[in-house]
């Protein structure tokens, strides 16, 4: 159904049907002359196709199930599923167009002999009308030999506007069969988290907006974490939607995410594929770890409740429920009113609840006139603006479920200010934890020791084979003398540049330890022939950084650390390596030790070199190799 519905779920049924047909009339091509004897055409045809697309075991590597995709006519206008479905909302008929669906979609995987879980995608109101009975659907299935413990009704979060308490009802209904149930598009409309703790679905798909990109974007890193955490306590498994590239699967294996879906692991198709696409399997295959993205550097000071103010209208207590509900349709973003009296907050209406009261048949002539207090929250979550954020997201916990739909107050000395989200509060907690977790040199923006260690005790607990290589200036004190820290700093990100240009950003870590300090972690093949190139790099940069006359005499006199005036050569750069048997090493300290012992006879040698300890490699254990 059109996106267009979502925005109007807090009318009445037949202003919304009629805001609806107001939309499509302004496509030509939505025109209800015009689509309603294509659809019907469709209907009494059974002019539908049905594209299958695979879901990925991530832990075991098999296709668990398949995604049945409708398409209409190629050669009409409905063909693409938004016109088709868009034309069924504009006629009413969105019921009856799933139910063909259905029964298209069983026919085509008994046809192709499909195994595993089927979802099937339906609008929740479907639901609730007779096409869709556990009698209809016993019937179907049935017909088409299927057990009801094969198909997995996957809900579509198209239209809000309905009741949950029949959609509850319902839900259960179609469990007590055998049915399974699924949240699709976790994350793209506004009350996907209500309808998540209402019909308590065994399988959330992620919308692929936080699939997308996720291994450069720390924020979605951290949004998908969460919802990982939240299904694991709510008894529900994920599935990933869009994952089209090896290191977006890594990310999400390794986050825990159970199923996969995506161009990766297989596109749509009418014989759908049987196995997973060969990048995807290499990718499980492979024992290597995602390099998790690196956030923005930036240290906050206590954030405080006035950072979310939504300066948004109220009204008094003897508003009439009508006119609060206009003052939401004029406001389509206002979450929530506030009920003021006298400046002083004393309830809140949401707009859930009102979707709750001015749904149903009749509704504005029962509730319309009436004093909004018959609908408010009376004891809404109310906070000073200087409320802080931490203390702030533990009340809202306190409160439960509803200060997080209808949000909560704030206020200035006890005065009406303004209301907040919970969407803006876990937004900004999200952002507080990933700057907390997010330790970052300054200077160069590289992850810093934190960040370092726990790279390391990932590599050794997921048993993956790497190479650190600690990497240090020589001669950087005395330079920072002559140059001054000015000219030092520059040198400092001359290296972190070339080291960062030296990695694979998919399988390879730079950390700065600190000063002229730095960290490589390699997952890459290749890593010698990196270091080298590495190397070669620096020593042919740096030399802009030194004056004529100091290159052509090969140095610069200058203080040691004792005092004493002394010549020093040029500034070079000293590696150690040392590839890592998780084997043998357990601890990060053991790592970082062996890795310190090698960057000290890098350090022995003259100019810019590589020293590679190969005795930490076991006979017949194969880590990275050149």
Known sequence: MPAVVAHSGF?????????LANHARETPSMHPDAVRPQLQAVLDRRALSVLFQPILDLVNGRIFGYEALIRGPSDGTLHAPDALFRAAALLDRVAELDAACLEAILAAAVERRLSGQLFVNVSPASLLSPNFSTEALLDRLQRHGLAAGQVVLEL????PGFEYASLRETVERLRGIGLGIAMDDL????????LWSEIKPSYVKLDKHFVAGIHQDPHKVHFVRSIQALSENAAARVIAEGVEQA????????????YGQGYLIGRPAALPAQVPGAEALRCLEDNSIAVLPSGPIFIPSQVRAEKLLIRAPSVTPDTACENVLDLMLEYPDLHAVAVVDEGVPVGIVDRPAMIEHFIRLYSRELFGRRPCTTIMDPHPLVVDKTTLIQELSELVVRKGKQSFTGGFVITDAGRYLGLGSGFDLMREVTELQIIAARYANPLTGLPGNVPIQEHVERLLAAQAPFVIAYADLDQFKPYNDVYGFRQGDGIIRLVARLMSEACDPQLDFVGHLGGDDFILLFQSPDWEARCQTLIER????RMAHFSAEHRAAGG???EDRRGNLQHHDLMTLSIGAVQIDPLLFRYYQEVTEAATAAKRVAKRQAGSRLFVDRRRQPPGRKGPQA
């Open 11 to 19: 009318m009445s049924l037949s202003p919304l049907l009629n805001k």
């Open 156 to 159: 579509t979060e198209s239209m």
């Open 187 to 194: 994350g793209e409309g506004s009350s996907s988290l209500r």
């Open 247 to 258: 290191s977006e699967l890594r990310l999400l294996r390794e986050i825990g995410i159970r």
């Open 538 to 541: 620096f020593d042919a940069q």
């Open 556 to 558: 610069y006199v200058s």
